[in-house]
């Protein structure tokens, strides 16, 4: 059954990182949401919440999108918010409570088996606008920002790894993985370089750090594991110089987007401060709707919360707010490894979020699983049939 959940996940999250290319695979989306309900209803006949304030804020978050859309007669604000919220109840509590303790093996090879397709697909289209790449997309920020998953997770296995080979585990598998995830690393890097999404690139910083930062603090002080750190690290960094100073396309790549933020430098937000001032400006309680910045020419606010002020107004901002604080509040509850990877997703949502908005991205759903992986104790509910 591992084998299927892995699958069956991993066809959800290639489902939404083509979303911006066709309404299609928005639908399957919701079609795989439904069909994880379904087969988990008739495998369990309890279904347990372990992160109730999640669903409660997330909940409320959709509520009030339903009465900002109808305030605003609002069609699209009203089905995006019923299916988001469809994804979170398969996600979040019904997929959670399907595959129970092995959830973070089964979405990190979940997610590295759905960007295979997709890498494929990115580089067999090979769009590019403004002279950066944009793969299936038209943006080529789009195709930045949805490598960052895929960052995330090749950041989680090495940070596995990495513990196993700073604790005394120098088998030869644990070498050739370490080697395996930071080659993926690099040409995920690769591709954001050559899409030239400077708000992808700065998350993955962040995100690198977070990592670095737990590899140190799991070592306890001791003076033989951060030895073998900094040599691991070292051999690496010497390593990424060769390859970056003989791999052309790489130099390229790494010019381009420092000729980008040259040209950028005297407006850094892109105009993404003028937009933002607009929205403030242009306050309504409830908002306004999805549609309603087209009329400054722009689809949408160029971050997250800002856009959904906009769309859907105060109350289901606060709401999405206190939905974030309640997963960060819930690490206590979480195992090690599950910590790390919330440390991730959260960082990846922010740094994404800063200038640009999720939605259907699979960054939601990383959030999702996150929001619902509590295993030890703590609040909890139940469903039952």
Known sequence: MKIFYTLMFSTLIFMSLMQPVAGIYHKLSLVIGLFI???????????????????VFFSLYTFFCVIAAGMNQDMILLKNSLQLMCLFIAVSIFFNDLVKAQVLEIVLNSVLIAYIPFLMLCFQQAHYMFEAFAGVFENPNTMGFSMIGLVIVVLMKLYNVTIQML??????????????????????????????ARTSLLTVALATVVVMVWIVKSMNKTFLPFIKLVTLFTCLGVVVVMVMMKMD??????????????????????????????????????????????????SHAHNTLINILQEAGLLALVSYCLFLFAIAKGYRQMNEQLIVFTALVVVAVLGVSTFEILYFNMLHLLVFVVSGSMRDRGKRATLSE
Do not use: P
């Open 249 to 298: 396309m790489m130099q390229e790549a790494v010019q381009s987007i420092l000729l980008k933020m040259e040209k950028k430098s005297t407006n850094i937000t892109d105009g993404r401060l003028e937009i933002w001032q607009y929205v403030f400006e242009h306050f309504h309680f409830w908002g306004h709707g999805v549609e309603s910045l087209w009329s400054i020419g722009v």
């Open 167 to 196: 604790h005394g585990q120098q088998k030869v598998k644990y070498m050739l993985s370490f080697i395996l995830y930071t080659v993926v690393y690099l040409i995920s890097l690769y591709v954001i370089l050559l899409s030239n």
């Open 37 to 55: 309900i379904v087969i988990s209803v008739l495998l369990h006949k309890k279904i347990h919440i372990h992160n109730v304030q999640a669903c």
